[in-house]
């Protein structure tokens, strides 16, 4: 559905992207993380044709970005980081503007959408919270019924009822469409993802699905004879390793079930028990930004 | 209140945590034969998941013979599809697993974890006599 190659993005002399190739696959839920400068709203603008990259390409439903048609764009729901609504309109009055640029907009999801948000459709947007503008833009986004939905950062600056029925919202009709989302929201992100792409420093870490994350990644905790440790050096794939009295613990990024006592008496003295617990997306993410930001540091 | 009280947990496969969880309510009789199964899209917003994971879900379900679609009502409980006890076994086959990996962590033999097991068992049954009067 998304196909980048090579991309690059200057702003002045900054490098904002440097070579980002990420392919999102059609029907996934593909979420984006990375930390803050990573280049998620710059990858996304040049998606939407708002920058134009420096060189490289970017294609989206199979058509270089930057010759998006109109026609494309009304297959793309689009909600930006700082989504600007009019605000001297109510909410009803902008649904009614916007309604005509759609050829395929549904009126009894557009409804359902604002029951289930429940906005109050005749005050001006100019007197919403920030919760309820992200609302309406969301309707705005969905109620065409897109082929394919980006979202920048959703769930900033909301609150945890609010982000909750944001992914009601969501969970209710992103069946038949390919979703691509930048969050830090990694708790809302986890069960709802399909696959994931890993953006640090203009360049993408990694991308895979979900499943394959979980299984690849795991916090190993490894308990040893007094005087037991590591032999030698830690192998690269092991991030965050410390060792506390007679507990040795990380978090192994190339994980598999077979030989895994070998493999770990191998590198460690005095084994007693290892232990294998999965991982949350959130300390995923934390223990592999901490592990690239000491390499770089 | 979630779906037969599964809570998603972080870093497991979501299929496999609805699948269980699923198992665990039809041979718990919380689910029973012919009750109709939460639809695709009430388990996608209940639990906050990707609507194509709780339709992989549903479809392994049904291929297993757990659920059946039942034209005009939706896909309702089957039943147990092969031999309860060997069911029940592989259920609860990962919580012995890290049962037995925490015993053997903290030094417990295996003797006074099966004792800790027979007390409980008793304590679960006296449990259940006082809520049946």
Redesign the interface.
Known sequence: MIETHALEKKYRSCGALKGLSLSVPR?S?FALVGANGAGKTTLIKILMNLIQPTSGTAEVMAVDSRRLSPEQFRCIGYVSENQELPTRLSVVAYLKYLRPFYTDWDLTLEREFLAQFRLPTDRKIQDLSHGMRVKLALICALAFRPTLLILDEPFSGLDPLVR?EL??GL??H??HMTILISSHEL??V?????DIGFLDKGKLLFQESM?TL?DRIQQVTV?VERQGALNGKKPDSWLDFRQVGNVLTFVDTQFSECDLGERIRSRIDGVR?I?V??????SIFTSISRATRQEQG | MSLFGLKIQPGVSIFDQLVTAAEKAILSGHLEKGQTFPSVRSLAVDLKIHPNTAHKAVQYLIQERWLEVRPGIGTVVAGCPRKPSEIRRHVLEQDVVRLVEEARRVGMDIKDLIRAIEKNWSKAEIALETKGQ
Do not use: Y
């Not at chain 1, 986890?190 to 399909?194: L, P, Q, V």
């Open positions: 029907g839920a909750d992914m009601e969970a209710a992103a069946g708790t809302e986890e069960g709802f993802a399909t499943e979980a308990t028990g232990d617990q999965p991982m949350s997306l959130r």
